[in-house]
Each structure stands twice: as C-alpha cells, then as structure tokens.
C-alpha cells in the first residue's frame, strides 16, 4: 500500500471514529433527564467563559512583552497596598477614638470651641489648664547638673511660673559637646544660664525686660546675676576663671601649679580678714602658687575704696604694689575713718620709700581709671558683686573664709 493510501485511510479512520463520539453524545443526552433551562444556563456559562477568553486576550494583546505584564501587575499590587494601609490608618484612628470616648479622654471639636471661647479647661483628673495667646519658647538651662546649690529645678520652675509660662525646657550640662559649644558660642562665663531661642521676642516678658537680655548670634538670655538676684539663689559654677593681665603684679612664681586671683576691696574689713588668712596659707605654699589681685572697690559703701585702689597701681608702677596692698590692709582703720584723701595716701608712698612726686602725679592724673573699670567689669561678667572672692585653681569662694578652708583648696588644686 503507498503512502498516499495509507494516509487517506487514516484519515477516514479518524473521521469515523470522531462520528462515532458524536453518536455516543447524542445518545448520552438523549438519555438525560435534563430541563430545558438547565441547558440554556449551561449555554449562558459557556458563552461568559467565552466572552473571559476574549478579555484575556485583549489584555494579552495590549503588552507586548513580559516588562509590561510585570509593570501592570506591580501597579495593582500598590493600589492594593494603598487601599490596605489607608482601611488600617481609618481602623486604628476609629479604634483610638473610641478607647478616648470610653475613657473620658480626648477633645471634641465642640469642646475646643468651648475652651476657646471661657479660656480655661478641667480634663478627666480634675487638672484645670489655662489657655495662654504667647508662642511655645524653647528654653535652655545650661548648668552643672552635679550642683545641688544650682537649684536648676527651682529654676525652671520659677520660670514657668512668673515669666514664661509656655516655655519648653531643657536641661544641657556645660561639661557635655553640646554645652561646651553653647558656652564657646555665647561666651558663658559662669552657669546657671537660661537661653531661650528667638520666639522670645513675641512674650510679654521680652517686652517688660528687654533691657536685661543678652543677644548674641540668634540666642537670647539671662545672666547668672541676674537669675540669682530674681529668684535669691546663690549656687553657681564659673565655666571660666579670670585671666592674668599683662600689668598684674604677681606674687609667688609665675610658673606655678595652682593660679590664685582675689577680688578685694582696700577698705572692705572682710577683704582685710581674707588677706590675713591667706597670707598664713601662702607662707606654706608658695612654691606652688601663682597670684594676682583684682581690684573691686565697691565705692557705694566703701568711698575711699576707689582711692586706695588707685594708691595700690601707682605704687605698682615703682614696683611695690604687694608691699602698698599691705600697708593699706594694715591701716586700714586709720585712712578709712579720715575720709582719706590722696594726700593720706601720698603718707603711706613715702612710708614705703617711694618717689612722692612721683606717686602724688599718678594720683593726681588718676592715669589707672581704665585699668580699674576693667577689673570691675571683668567681675560683673563672673556674677561677682562683693568682696572678697576668690578663684584658687578652678574653686571658687566667696567671703573670709578660714585658713584651714584655704589650705583644703590649695591641696585639692595641687592633685
């Protein structure tokens, strides 16, 4: 048999076996018991999975490639993803509102125009808050966290209470990165401190108190000084100790281990008594101590204090300022209850040996006013107001205190 034979046979093989398929449907539906309807709804299904095919392959014909397939997929699943996460942030918001309501907490928007309009509101704990028209105030308190006398929490109380009530604090050591910075940036000298930054200007308290705030590259604030004085508190810690000035007569080696520098006064009875303790304690020590005296005289309860100053730099300019500092503590009693003049003081130069003519000109010019107001200006920075004061090493003390106090200092400077 050819090929060509094979081939038709095969062909007409496979057409009588496709009719007797269909015969054998035909009887099998001639044998169900099925409705017209069931048909009809099986027609209905097969013509929708029909038109499905059909939408599949329109889609299918719109990409071109696989790129596009996963772009649209992609982009469904981000729409699905949106839907979700806005249904939670509804459900979370809804779930949060009623936890408030059963509660008690949280505010109506009717209850904000309540408080709006009586100024004052009373929440569930029965705490009452009081509406305030002023900005909130970021605040600083750069202090020694480690200072108990700093009274840093009195502080910030203090403030909120009586001068900027919506003033929103923190609290930053001078010894931290941040507060090293504050410190270089606005010359801090001595802490406590309170900085506030530039909402300031719109309060009240700006207003009243302009004059005592400091302003400097942005930052406004208030001096140890003045925050001592305002709320008495005496604790404070100096960031910086005064310097040695260049005309500084300097008692002791100027290389030494521990720096001394006094304020004083030549007509204070206390800068006196400090002067009698310290020269017991220098005795001791004076191999390790380095020492200046600035001059502070406090001229509105001490009138000849300026005088006697001035008395102490012309004797320094003849080298004898340490040797005029005694003699002025010395006879303090005499000059100071004469009203002393410069001629009184011109006595005690020639006691001293020095050139008179020489002094009395220098007294007569008054050529040390500067030097004097520079020194007193150099204390207002450091919240210094009365003598004697006193920086040994890095410990600072205020009044005449004993000698033993002294000599603790010295030894805790030395280690």
Wanted: glycine share 4%; net charge negative.
């Amino acid at each position: 048999m050819s090929a060509k034979d094979k081939r038709k046979k095969d062909e007409e093989q496979k057409k009588a076996e496709e009719k007797l398929k269909k015969n054998q449907k035909k009887e099998e539906m001639k044998d169900e018991d099925e409705d017209e309807d069931e048909r009809e709804d099986e027609e209905k299904n097969l013509n929708e999975l029909d038109e499905e095919d059909d939408e599949f392959d329109d889609v299918d014909d719109d990409f071109e490639d696989e790129e596009d397939v996963e772009s649209y997929k992609k982009k469904n699943q981000n729409i699905t993803a949106l839907a979700i996460l806005f249904a939670g942030l509804f459900v979370g918001s809804l779930f949060v509102d009623i936890v408030q309501w059963v509660k008690g907490e949280g505010i109506s928007r009717s209850k904000l125009k309540e408080i709006e309009d009586n100024g004052v509101f009373q929440s569930s704990q029965n705490k009452t808050w009081v509406l305030n028209n002023e900005p909130i105030v970021k605040a600083t308190l750069l202090t020694d966290t480690d200072c108990e006398e700093c009274q840093n929490e009195t502080i910030v109380l203090n403030f909120k209470k009586a001068s900027v009530p919506t003033a929103l604090f923190e609290t930053i050591d001078y010894k931290s990165d941040k507060g090293k910075e504050l410190t270089e940036k606005l010359d801090i000298k001595v802490v406590p401190v309170v900085i506030f930054e530039e909402e300031l200007k719109e309060t009240n308290f700006y207003e009243q108190n302009q004059p005592f705030i400091q302003e400097k590259e942005g930052s406004y604030y208030i001096e140890n000084s003045l925050i001592s004085a305002a709320f008495r508190i005496g604790g404070k810690k100096y960031v910086q100790s005064p310097e040695f000035s260049s005309k500084t007569a300097i008692l002791g080696e100027e290389v030494a281990s521990v720096p001394v520098i006094i304020y004083g006064d030549f007509q204070c009875p206390y800068s006196k008594q400090f002067a009698v303790n310290f020269a017991q304690v220098y005795e001791e020590n004076k191999e390790d101590l380095k020492v200046a005296f600035k001059q502070l005289p406090l001229t509105s309860i001490h009138p000849q204090a300026y005088g006697a100053a001035h008395a102490s730099m012309c004797a320094n300019d003849q080298g004898q300022f340490w040797e005029m500092y005694t003699k002025l503590y010395d006879t303090q009693s005499v000059w100071g209850a004469k009203g002393a003049t410069n001629a009184e003081f011109s006595n005690l130069a020639v006691e001293l040996g020095l050139n008179k003519a020489e002094f009395d000109q220098c007294m007569t010019d008054d050529i040390h006013r500067e030097e004097i107001e520079a020194d007193r200006q150099a204390a207002a920075e450091l919240s210094i107001s009365g003598t004697p004061a006193a920086f040994i090493g890095e410990e600072f003390i205020g009044g005449a205190v004993a000698p033993t106090k002294i000599k603790e200092i010295i030894e805790k400077a030395k280690e």
